[in-house]
């Protein structure tokens, strides 16, 4: 049997200690409070140490939410927004002017072109024929040309020649009649009185017939004159009518002269349309799409390819009509591109709609059976863009932010 041996300082404080119906040992009052206190702080300071740290977190969150309510309302009273706006330019359609085989087409998709670049090719065969036929035709008439100006020139020296011949012949004879007519009119008188004379027997037989045969040849020698009168006029009737010839060769110099000028319009015109068969570029852009290939037989006023000047862009935006009398020309607008979400954009309003985009949709809406529906519409506006490295491209979605301020 084992025996347990127990010390009496032991013993004794055990005896002294008194103990409750539980066998709890009592303890000091004050002691036991301060004990209860740690034991309390001790179960709750996680959760208190939560609350506590959140605190600060709560309050900042809520301040953060009041300055951005008050910017929001501030941007939205300042600013009008709007995200139905997106990049535009000028989308250029390349056509035909010409009819033909498209023997060269040398543009592609996304390719960069320089004002002036060949674009295309169409077979100038049958058009190089028509204008060597053309300038054959204006060689001759050219010749021609040169053919009545000389006949006019000799025509003309010629009936000048003759006119002056005449009119000195005429002017000659004419002066023969008047001396003629005097030696007529003279030897009249003599014969007269030689008549006389006679009849008195004052000179002989031989001195009365000289007077008679003066008096005949001077007869003889006017008829003769006024012969060569009508000689010389008909002469200059004739020299006269070599001068109307004259005028006849020059009206069909004139003729001719019209003639070529109407064969050298034919002929720029052929020229211009040989040039047309080569399609250049019209100025710098990117071709967008194509719509032809090389080897097709095109007509005029067929697209060849759609380009655009990627340096002029600006952006097409709709405002409603609500906001629309807040606009005005000149206003700053920030412009945020969906694909650069990072990157903001500053622009201007330089052009403000007349009428509301409803105006121009292929299906107008009309109102036959009386029921309405009301829409806010929405008027157009342009914002002038400055294009960087490239980066709008025509179409792309972008939201606007006008300071109307």
């Not at 740690?38 to 709750?44: M, P």
């Not at 080569?278 to 290939?293: L, Q, R």
Request: aromatic share 4%; net charge neutral.
């Amino acid at each position: 049997m084992s025996k347990v041996t127990q010390h009496p300082a032991t013993a004794a404080d055990s005896s002294e200690q008194p103990s409750d119906k539980t066998g709890s040992v009592n303890k000091d009052p004050a002691h036991g409070s301060a004990a209860d206190e740690n034991s309390a702080n001790k179960n709750s300071s996680p959760v208190q140490t939560l609350i506590n740290s959140k605190k600060p977190l709560a309050i900042l969150l809520a301040v953060v939410l009041s300055v951005a309510s008050a910017f929001w309302i501030m941007q939205r009273y300042t600013h009008v927004y709007t995200d139905d706006a997106r990049i535009a330019a000028d989308m250029i359609d390349i056509s035909s002017k010409s009819s033909g085989l498209l023997v060269s087409f040398t543009a592609s998709t996304g390719e960069t072109l320089a004002a002036g670049d060949v674009i295309a090719f169409i077979d100038d065969r049958e058009i190089k024929l028509k204008i060597k036929e053309l300038q054959e035709n204006l060689a001759v008439v050219d010749a021609e040309y040169d053919t009545q100006q000389a006949t006019i020139r000799m025509v003309e020296k010629q009936t000048t020649s003759a006119l002056d011949s005449a009119k000195s012949q005429t002017a000659v004879s004419q002066a023969t009649l008047m001396s003629a007519g005097s030696e007529l009119e003279f030897r009249a008188n003599e014969w007269k009185r030689a008549k006389l004379l006679r009849a008195k027997k004052i000179i002989s037989q031989q001195g009365w017939e000289s007077a008679q045969t003066q008096y005949r040849v001077a007869e003889q020698n006017r008829e003769a004159a006024a012969g060569s009168v009508a000689t010389t006029q008909a002469k200059l009737v004739e020299a006269q009518a070599e001068q109307t010839r004259l005028t006849v060769l020059e009206s069909g110099l004139l003729k001719l002269k019209h003639q070529r000028a109407a064969l050298a319009l034919i002929l720029e015109q052929q020229q211009v349309q040989f040039q047309d068969l080569t399609i250049k570029a019209p100025h710098n852009g990117i071709v967008d799409k194509i719509f032809v290939d090389a080897g097709e037989f095109i007509q005029p006023g067929r697209r060849l390819l759609l380009m655009h000047n990627p340096n002029k862009v600006w952006v097409s935006a709709n405002i409603k009509e609500t906001q629309f009398r807040h606009i005005q020309l000149g206003q700053s607008v920030e412009v945020n591109v969906d694909a650069y979400p990072d990157i903001i954009f500053e622009g201007e309003i330089i052009r403000i709609g007349n009428s509301a985009t409803s105006l121009y949709s292929l299906l107008p809406s009309t109102n036959p059976s009386g029921n309405f529906t009301k829409v806010t519409q929405r008027l157009p506006i342009k914002i002038a863009i400055q294009q960087q490295a490239n980066l709008l491209k025509p179409g792309m979605m972008v939201e606007v932010a006008i300071n109307v301020r």
